[in-house]
């Protein structure tokens, strides 16, 4: 039974597939053990293997912490922004904060 509710408790609890273009994108919410929740973005692209003559999915994976949503959402505006507009948008600084709330990455993926 505890195994099971580990398991469970690792879960994804809320996921949305973007399809755009040759590439997909699944944001993922998932908790951890320790019921701290933390975002998976991962891009899956699918390509061709001439070597084997078939197709698979290329994914990469990023780990976004609740911690540093503000962080990376003001990192994603001012890149979008620049695209956008030409314009260098004024840069930010941070404190130096590597505390990730008790998150291990063990507990991650799982």
Same mark, same amino acid.
């Given at each position: 039974?505890?195994? &099971? ?5 690792? *879960?994804?609890?809320?996921?949305? %597939?973007? #399809?755009? =273009?040759?590439?997909?994108? $699944?944001? /993922? @919410? ?19 293997? &001439? %070597?084997? +003559? ?6 990469? #994976? ?7 949503? *503000?962080? $990376? +959402?003001? =990192?994603?505006?001012? %890149? @979008?922004?620049?695209?956008?507009? =030409?314009? @260098? ?5 941070? %404190? /130096? /904060?590597? &505390?990730?709330? =008790? @998150?291990?990455?063990? /507990?991650?993926? #799982?």
């Amino acid at each position: 039974m505890e195994e &099971n509710d580990r398991t469970e408790s690792r *879960e994804d609890v809320f996921s949305r %597939a973007v #399809k755009a =273009g040759k590439r997909t994108y $699944f944001f /993922d @919410v998932k908790r951890t053990r320790t019921d701290q929740y933390y975002i998976t973005i991962t891009e899956s692209k699918r390509e061709f293997d &001439n %070597a084997q +003559g078939k197709f698979f999915y290329k994914k990469h #994976k990023l780990f976004l912490y609740r911690e540093d949503f *503000e962080k $990376f +959402g003001d =990192g994603l505006k001012d %890149a @979008v922004s620049f695209i956008e507009t =030409g314009e @260098v948008p004024p840069e930010r600084h941070y %404190a /130096d /904060d590597h &505390n990730h709330s =008790g @998150v291990e990455f063990d /507990d991650l993926d #799982k």
